[in-house]
Structures are given as C-alpha cells and as structure tokens.
C-alpha cells in the first residue's frame, strides 16, 4: 500500500513537472512524463497509450485559462483540426510499422534543428499580426500540418513544438497565441484522437491515470497562466531550451537502444 501511494504522489509531481513546462513552451511533456511511466515498469506500447490519454488533460487545463483570453481564430481552427487530424490517424495506425530507434532519432534531429533555429531568428521583434496567405502558401501550410499531424500520431514527444513553431513563422502569430492553439488543439483534439487509436491496440494503465490527470490538468492551468502574464518573451525562450533539450534526450535515447 505504501508503495503504490508513493507511485501515485510521484506521478502527480511528474505530471505537473512536465505539464507546466509543456504549457509554457507548447509542447514536450512527454520528454520527463513518457520516460517517468517506463522506469516506473510500463513496456513502451502501454506507456505511450497511457501518456497519451493523461496528455488530453493537458489541453483541457491550458484551454481553462485560455479560453479567457479569447485567443483562437475560427479560422485557423479549422485548418489546425482539419488537415491535423487526418495525419494523426495516419500516423496513429501506422507506428507499430516504423523501427521505433530510427523514428525516434529522426524526431530528436528535427527537434533540435527547430530549437536552434528559432533561438537564430526573431530576437527582436516579439509580436505578430496574421500573415496575408495566399492560395499556395494556404495548401502549403496546410500540407505541413497534415505531417506533423502524422508525426503526431506516431511518435511521442515533441511534435506540439513543431506546431507552435510553424503557427509563428508561417500563419504569422506569436508566440503566446501560438502556444494557446497547440495545447488547446493538439492537446485535446489531436492527443484525444491519438488515445484512442492507441488506446484500441494496447492496454491502458487506468489506476494511474486520475493522478497523471489531476497533474495534468493542474500543470496545464498553471503553465497557461504563467506564459499569458510573461508573454512571448519567456515562452519563446522556454520553447528553445524545451527543443534543444527534447531534441538531444531523443537522439540520446535512439542511440543507446541502437548500441
């Protein structure tokens, strides 16, 4: 009994850990959330569909605050969910086809580069207007959301970044409202589809799913909170070191499993 309620306290504290940094940087809470359920005895299948269930909590709790600010634009929303989902039901339905070290090490290089690229660009000026798009740059913009999409669906840490990233430097936002999309709709709508594909294919841990939940939700509110009284400043700063550090962990990892 003691050990499982000392589980149970860990997992809430590991949950919120990740789920605040998640929610100020938009996105890799499964860099400390994932690996925190296989060393506490998850095989890799059953953590993921948990992790991915518990991260569904994650954009409920940052879409709490949000949802005060008024940040979402229908429009979009609409091109979020709508080429987005379809990838992560690709995705989600093709993973268990990919060498898990070669995905993993593939994510961790785009990871990285995405870090070290924003932290080469825009130093100055931290605020946006919506870009003027195009036919083609739309289609373009659209296509990419649909990979990350499938990225989504397959993989487990780090695509919310590459969300975030190209909300700011293709459709023009910044950083914060950037952010706000990400965990509201990839949270929520892209995680939850991605649940429950998983979640059909393998078992799910339920009995540690409340306190990954109360964490989640907890964590999501207080990130959201904190990025929206900050502003772009730290949430792009943070959104780098969450990079370059989900980046070189998933290289890291890749390379250890391959040797």
């Known amino acids: 009994m003691l050990s499982e309620l000392f589980i149970q306290l860990l997992l809430i504290i590991v949950s919120i850990t990740s789920n605040f940094l998640s929610a100020l940087s938009g996105g890799g809470a499964g860099l400390i959330q994932l690996p925190a ?14 992790h991915k269930v518990a991260s569904v909590a994650l954009g409920l709790g940052a879409s709490i605050r949000h949802y005060k600010e008024k940040t979402l634009e229908t429009k979009i929303t609409l091109f979020v969910l709508g080429f987005g989902l379809p990838g992560v039901l690709l995705g989600a339905n093709t993973i268990f086809a990919i060498p898990s ?66 909300l700011v430097k293709w459709f023009g936002l910044s950083y914060t409202r950037a952010v706000a999309y990400t965990l509201i709709l990839v949270g929520i709508a892209w995680n939850g589809t991605g649940a429950i594909v998983l979640g059909l294919k393998n078992e799910i841990q339920w009995f540690w799913l409340p306190s990954l939940i109360i964490g989640s939700l907890t964590g999501g509110y207080l990130g959201a909170h904190i990025g929206i009284i900050k502003g772009d400043k730290l949430v792009k700063t943070l959104f780098e070191f969450i990079s370059i550090t989900i980046g070189i962990s998933l290289i890291v990892k890749s390379i250890s499993h391959i040797f």
């Open 101 to 166: 070290e070669i995905a993993t090490f593939s994510l961790g290089i785009m990871t990285l580069c995405l870090g070290i690229y924003s932290s080469k660009s825009y130093q100055d000026k931290l605020s946006y207007s919506n870009k003027s798009l195009s036919n083609q740059r739309l289609i373009i913009g659209c296509f990419i959301l649909f990979l990350i999409g499938v990225l989504n669906g397959s993989l487990t840490s780090g695509t919310g970044l590459f969300v975030t990233l190209w």
């Open 37 to 50: 359920l296989i060393f506490l005895g998850l095989p890799f299948s059953k953590a993921l569909a948990t």
